[in-house]
């Protein structure tokens, strides 16, 4: 196996680079500011989109750096796409700058592998086109989420149309300006085995009976104009076409959103630990403590190697789980797409968390992007899975692996 950029990863890898210096950098604290100015926390309702960002993606689709996480799109692997995720990993808006942003990278994966024509007509292209965005409601309040087969949401069938009822929380994205749509997991074959009784439904957020109830704060932060929300689902009715594949395909689907997306969360994950390292750095060789810069005191020459050595571990795990899932497949992949959802968000909690400590009162501050990084480490350890689930599943097929040998000697 081979992780060299490709040619091709190499140019846009470039391009990338150039259009971050020359239009995200310089307005980074600037954007950071007047967002939490404009878009005060409670008031989510009259969150908006600071005009900048409409701007900047105006100009990346122009410069041909758009939707790259598509294959379909940008003619990239998951492999290949692997760097360029990392690069917007380092801004905290960037990925939307490209298109590139979650729930809605996930959400059109689904669309683009298991929409219909007429599900792809009215929803994939605005999403592609960047002129909606869109929800995943899957979490809710009520139940073990970290087990999926507790999902108690329903959706019953009435004719032509499917009801739907539940409660939903932490659906990511779904208090910006711009969220048009949610694609809805529950259970409609309760008496089907477990991994049958889940389907995916597509909900305009408009429809009578969906009901935004409040953002949820992470860590006292509301994240605008994106939010977290808990949505109620209240005897929601839509036609039958809008169930993606068919009743009772929910897990199938899951399965082929998440494998990529996990891909991506973990390259943004190490952009924004290689963020948090280069800052280390820079305040270590600055400040000045007892005499000595702050790199050379407590042991923070030997943290900073640590982190160097983590990092470049986690990279190249994902880059391998990338290159998997390219040439075999999601399912062939599982081990190390679990994995990387263990190890990546806990590299960069440690590197961040060190980066804060080096950086004092201000790491705590929103000066630096610091707070921000924690945050996005310790809520992507419980998003898509906590680690104990992930952990799990890489032991049950650890274990099936010697089972599988045993099984052999026998025969």
């Keep these: 196996m081979d992780f060299s950029l490709s040619p091709k990863a190499k140019e846009y890898l470039e391009r990338m680079r150039k259009f971050i210096d020359a239009h995200i950098v310089p307005i980074e604290k600037e954007y950071r500011e007047e967002n939490l100015r404009v878009n005060t926390d409670h008031n989510w309702s ?38 360029l995720a990392e690069m917007t990993g380092r801004y905290e808006f960037s990925a939307e ?17 298991f929409g219909s024509a007429e599900q792809k007509d009215r929803w994939l292209k605005p999403l592609l086109a960047g002129e909606i965005r869109s929800v995943f409601c899957m979490t809710e309040p009520d139940v073990a989420s970290s087990d999926a087969t507790n999902i108690a949401a329903t959706i019953r069938e009435d004719g032509d149309e499917l009801v739907l009822n539940g409660k939903k929380w932490w659906s990511t994205g779904i208090g910006h300006p711009n969220a048009r749509l949610a694609i809805f997991m529950g259970v409609s ?38 939010g977290h929300g808990e949505v109620e689902f209240n005897n929601v009715r839509v036609p039958k076409k809008n169930v993606i594949v068919g009743l009772g395909k929910g897990f199938l689907i899951a399965q082929g959103r998440l ?10 994950a190490i952009g924004a630990a290689e963020r948090a390292l280069e800052l280390t750095i820079a305040r ?18 030997e943290r900073i190697a640590n982190a160097r050595m983590a990092i470049d571990q986690a990279r190249l795990l994902t880059l391998y789980a990338a290159w998997k899932i390219d040439h075999h497949g999601v399912k062939e992949s599982m081990t190390e797409i679990s994995a990387i959802k263990v190890v990546v968000p806990n590299v960069l909690q440690t590197v961040v968390d060190q980066a804060i400590q080096i950086h004092g009162g201000a790491g705590m501050s929103r ?12 809520a992507l350890r419980l998003a898509d899975g906590p680690d104990e689930v992930h952990r799990a599943m890489v032991a049950r097929r650890e274990l099936a692996k010697y089972k599988t040998k045993e099984e052999s000697a026998v025969s």
Excluded at 57 to 65: D, I, P, S, V, Y
Excluded at 97 to 104: G, H, K, L, S, T
Excluded at 198 to 221: A, K, Q, Y
Excluded at 284 to 301: D, H, M, Q, T, V
Aim: hydrophobic share 40%; aromatic share 8%.
């Design 46 to 83: 009259q969150w908006r989109v600071l005009p900048v960002i409409e701007e900047l993606k105006a100009k990346a689709r122009e410069a041909g750096l758009w939707n790259l996480f598509l294959p379909s799109e940008s003619g990239l692997t998951t492999l290949e796409y692997a760097p």
């Design 97 to 113: 700058v490209f298109n590139c942003n979650a729930p809605d990278t996930g959400n059109m994966e689904v669309l683009h592998h």
């Design 189 to 226: 074959s309760p008496d089907a085995d477990p991994h049958s009784r889940h389907s995916m439904v597509l909900v305009p957020l408009d429809t009578p009976g969906v009901r935004i109830t409040r953002m949820l704060p992470t860590f006292g932060e509301y994240d605008p104009p994106y």
């Design 259 to 268: 494998g990529p997306g996990r891909i991506h969360h973990s390259m943004r």
């Design 284 to 301: 270590a060789s600055r400040r000045e403590a007892f005499g000595k810069p702050l790199i050379k005191l407590g042991g923070n020459l």
């Design 367 to 378: 000066d630096v992007p610091l707070s921000n990084l924690f945050l996005m480490a310790r």
